[in-house]
């Protein structure tokens, strides 16, 4: 089909010369597929009295169009107008951009392809040019992992950026440093009372099976080491984590600067599609313009809708805690509750998990109903079926809760980790057009582009993704090369490991098995399981009926294509890491079992699995 490019300017423009140029090589080139249909205008003043004061411009959708002013202004339209003085508003078809977005489509022109050759992505044009005129090429509105990751990928491919944090305290008060929610209140500390939960652990229920002394010589009894009495420390623990997330904060301020990339500590309101209001933390405001913007705001805690939910702490919160929270009530079944759940039981407190419905919603049901089990074995206790109704403060400073089902109990703290919600309610998105999805705050868009063409959003705040640091990142990376650096390679949210901390650990990567059923049919694809005792607990007698579980999930065509792999046991993280690359190539059920393992490892029982659902024998595993 013949693309009719038409090319508005003034004759003193060389950027209006330049293109005009290009294109004309082109029609020369490619006359059967292009042809070029300039307006030329005497000056710079009628151009822009046609362009603006007229209001051309308002005749296209693109938001874009819309706010350009300089020349020259391009478009493709489906008739090319050449016999009249001025162009035809029913012809409009697409609007291209400036002298640089209209350069950027003449290579994809001219770029050689072949049927069925990946040639990338290709994004609606924002309006973004060379001389733009305002304050910075791209303002970063959050300071998260996903938000310094394109700030700084922004500014190393040329870009003038700036990157705006400002923490609104949690209701409880809780503030924190750059960095976002994981290094402050998410994945890192909850890593690290991880660690310490399993470190705990592993005193109590595995430093005697290995003839590991710990405390006095009262510990042994007629020649058996017993199991040592353990104190956690809630303030050294804490302590020291927090010590560790201010050496981050203050090593993200560095390497912001390091970059090149402009920090304000300031909150941003849009006003317009290129201007922001900022205000510092003394609230005085100004203002800022752009010529793109990214939203990488990230989420918060949904707060627990219920009498007296205002006395429930959340994730925001509980790692900051001065006093340990003591007998604890987690609310909500989610990876957030459960991780807290078992970290906090694992350094000794007494726990319990509200569940309204089921465990782990969204993951392989299989391996939630194995972490189900093993965190009950390990002493959290589940409250089934019900959900906080009453919360109301005690003489005593307790918590008393009376749930749906008319119980009754009281706690020194209750967690609410029901869900979270996208942070974007005070960033005026209604005044550049931008939509939202109304159940959670966030912002649909395609290829990380939102409605208003010159802004965009990458991480929790960007509807239908992944809600895992490492994805904002890489969005965030590979976002800035496509605005900044020609390039065209989108992010792939398909293939993307995740684990979940839990006592026992849960690692994944694809499909899970409902998923694969429901996309596929059931007699389109084969699992594959095996359960069995990892060897670091085989000396343990209270690990004894605790057992590790691994599936892999393949559809039935020749090649036997790995759709999902779902591993539950010690180290999963660690585990699942390398076989998310596999994944990414293309891993064939073959693929993986001609891989020779590592022995004695938990991670070779997926090189060795064998034994399929289908065929109704156990999962058991056998020895070497």
């Given at each position: 089909?013949?693309?009719?490019?038409?090319?508005?300017?003034?004759?003193?423009?060389?950027?209006?010369?330049?293109?005009?140029?290009?294109?004309?090589?082109?029609?020369?080139?490619?006359?059967?597929?292009?042809?070029?249909v300039?307006?030329?205008f005497?000056?710079?003043?009628?151009?822009?009295?046609?362009?603006?004061?007229?209001?051309?411009?308002?005749?296209?959708?693109?938001?874009a169009?819309?706010q350009?002013?300089?020349?020259?202004?391009?478009?493709?339209?489906?008739?090319?107008?050449?016999?009249?003085?001025?162009?035809?508003?029913?012809?409009?078809?697409?609007?291209?951009?400036?002298?640089d977005?209209?350069?950027?489509?003449?290579?994809?022109?001219?770029?050689?392809?072949?049927?069925?050759?990946d040639?990338?992505?290709?994004?609606?044009?924002?309006?973004?040019?060379?001389d733009?005129?305002y304050?910075?090429?791209?303002?970063?509105?959050?300071?998260?992992?996903?938000?310094?990751?394109?700030?700084?990928?922004?500014?190393?491919?040329?870009?003038?950026?700036a990157?705006?944090?400002?923490?609104?305290?949690s209701?409880?008060?809780?503030?924190?440093?750059?960095?976002?929610?994981?290094?402050?209140?998410?994945?890192?500390?909850?890593?690290?009372f991880?660690?310490?939960?399993?470190?705990?652990?592993?005193?109590k229920q595995?430093?005697?099976?290995?003839?590991?002394?710990?405390?006095?010589?009262?510990?042994?009894?007629?020649?058996?080491?017993?199991?040592?009495?353990?104190?956690?420390?809630?303030?050294?623990l804490?302590?020291?984590?927090?010590?560790?997330?201010?050496?981050?904060?203050?090593?993200?301020?560095?390497?912001?600067?390091?970059?090149?990339?402009t920090?304000?500590?300031?909150?941003g309101?849009?006003?317009?599609?290129?201007?922001?209001?900022?205000?510092?933390?003394?609230?005085?405001?100004?203002?800022?313009?752009?010529?793109?913007?990214?939203?990488?705001?990230?989420?918060?805690?949904?707060?627990?809708?219920?009498?007296?939910?205002?006395?429930?702490?959340?994730?925001?919160?509980?790692?900051?805690?001065?006093?340990?929270?003591?007998?604890?009530?987690?609310?909500?079944?989610?990876?957030?509750?459960?991780?807290?759940?078992?970290?906090?039981?694992?350094?000794?407190?007494?726990?319990?998990?509200?569940?309204?419905?089921?465990?782990?919603?969204?993951?392989?049901?299989?391996?939630?109903?194995?972490?189900?089990?093993?965190?009950?074995?390990?002493?959290?206790?589940?409250?089934?079926?019900?959900?906080?109704?009453?919360?109301?403060?005690?003489?005593s400073?307790?918590?008393?809760?009376?749930?749906?089902?008319?119980?009754?109990?009281?706690?020194?703290?209750v967690?609410?980790?029901?869900?979270?919600?996208?942070?974007?309610?005070?960033?005026?998105?209604?005044?550049?057009?931008?939509?939202?999805?109304?159940?959670n705050?966030?912002?649909?868009?395609?290829y990380?582009?939102?409605?208003?063409?010159?802004v965009?959003?990458?991480?929790?705040?960007?509807d239908?993704?992944p809600?895992?640091?490492?994805?904002?990142?890489?969005?965030?990376?590979?976002?800035?090369?496509?605005?900044f650096?020609?390039?065209?390679?989108?992010?792939?949210?398909?293939?993307?490991?995740?684990?979940?901390?839990?006592?026992?650990?849960?690692?994944?990567?694809?499909?899970?098995?409902?998923?694969?059923?429901?996309k596929?049919?059931?007699?389109?694809?084969?699992?594959?399981?095996?359960?069995?005792?990892?060897?670091?607990?085989?000396l343990?007698?209270?690990?004894?009926?605790?057992?590790?579980?691994?599936?892999?999930?393949?559809?039935?065509?020749?090649?036997?294509?790995?759709?999902?792999m779902?591993?539950?046991?010690?180290?999963?993280g660690?585990?699942?890491?390398?076989?998310?690359?596999?994944m990414?190539?293309g891993?064939?059920?073959?693929?993986?079992?001609?891989?020779?393992?590592?022995?004695p490892?938990?991670?070779?029982?997926?090189?060795?699995?064998?034994?399929?659902k289908?065929?109704?024998?156990?999962a058991?595993?056998?020895?070497?």
């Open positions: 089909m013949r693309k009719i490019v038409h090319v508005a300017g003034y004759s003193a423009c060389g950027f209006y010369s330049r293109i005009v140029n290009v294109l004309q090589s082109l029609t020369v080139l490619f006359p059967t597929r292009i042809k070029l300039p307006h030329d005497p000056d710079r003043t009628a151009y822009r009295t046609w362009l603006t004061e007229s209001g051309f411009r308002d005749n296209f959708q693109e938001a169009a819309k350009h002013s300089s020349s020259p202004f391009c478009w493709l339209a489906k008739g090319d107008s050449s016999g009249d003085s001025t162009p035809k508003v029913e012809d409009i078809d697409e609007f291209l951009g400036g002298h977005d209209t350069i950027k489509w003449c290579q994809s022109f001219m770029a050689p392809c072949d049927d069925g050759a040639e990338g992505i290709t994004m609606q044009p924002d309006g973004h040019t060379a733009h005129g304050d910075y090429d791209l303002i970063v509105i959050g300071g998260g992992s996903g938000g310094m990751a394109a700030s700084k990928e922004a500014a190393a491919l040329g870009a003038k950026v990157c705006l944090d400002f923490v609104k305290p209701p409880k008060g809780t503030t924190w440093g750059l960095g976002g929610t994981c290094v402050n209140v998410g994945c890192i500390p909850k890593k690290l991880h660690a310490g939960s399993l470190l705990n652990d592993s005193f595995d430093a005697a099976a290995f003839g590991i002394q710990v405390g006095s010589e009262d510990n042994v009894q007629d020649g058996m080491i017993q199991e040592p009495v353990t104190k956690v420390h809630w303030s050294a804490r302590e020291n984590i927090q010590n560790y997330i201010r050496s981050l904060n203050f090593k993200y301020r560095v390497r912001l600067r390091e970059k090149e990339v920090y304000l500590n300031k909150l309101t849009f006003v317009d599609p290129h201007t922001i209001e900022v205000v510092d933390k003394k609230g005085r405001s100004s203002t800022l313009t752009s010529s793109r913007f990214l939203i990488a705001t990230g989420g918060r805690p949904t707060p627990l809708e219920c009498e007296g939910g205002d006395l429930a702490i959340s994730s925001d919160d509980v790692f900051a805690l001065e006093q340990s929270p003591g007998k604890t009530l987690c609310v909500g079944a989610s990876y957030i509750s459960l991780e807290c759940a078992g970290f906090l039981a694992g350094i000794g407190l007494d726990v319990e998990v509200a569940v309204r419905s089921i465990l782990l919603r969204g993951f392989d049901r299989e391996c939630a109903d194995k972490i189900d089990s093993y965190m009950q074995d390990h002493g959290v206790k589940f409250r089934r079926q019900v959900t906080p109704s009453k919360l109301e403060k005690t003489d400073n307790q918590i008393k809760v009376t749930f749906s089902d008319g119980s009754e109990d009281t706690y020194d703290t967690l609410s980790a029901i869900g979270r919600y996208a942070d974007t309610a005070k960033l005026g998105l209604d005044k550049i057009g931008v939509e939202v999805n109304p159940k705050k966030r912002i649909p868009g395609k990380e582009q939102t409605t208003c063409t010159n965009y959003a990458v991480g929790d705040v960007l239908d993704t809600e895992l640091t490492p994805v904002a990142i890489q969005a965030g990376v590979l976002l800035a090369g496509r605005l650096g020609n390039e065209k390679e989108a992010m792939d949210y398909r293939n993307v490991c995740t684990t979940v901390f839990t006592p026992i650990e849960y690692s994944c990567v694809g499909y899970s098995e409902d998923e694969a059923i429901s596929f049919g059931e007699s389109a694809i084969e699992v594959y399981h095996r359960e069995f005792l990892p060897l670091e607990w085989s343990s007698l209270s690990r004894g009926h605790s057992f590790a579980f691994t599936k892999v999930i393949t559809d039935k065509t020749p090649q036997q294509n790995v759709l999902g779902h591993y539950v046991g010690p180290n999963a660690e585990v699942m890491q390398g076989y998310g690359v596999s990414r190539q891993l064939t059920f073959k693929g993986l079992t001609d891989t020779v393992g590592i022995h490892t938990s991670a070779e029982e997926l090189v060795t699995i064998s034994v399929t289908s065929s109704g024998e156990a058991d595993a056998g020895g070497c």
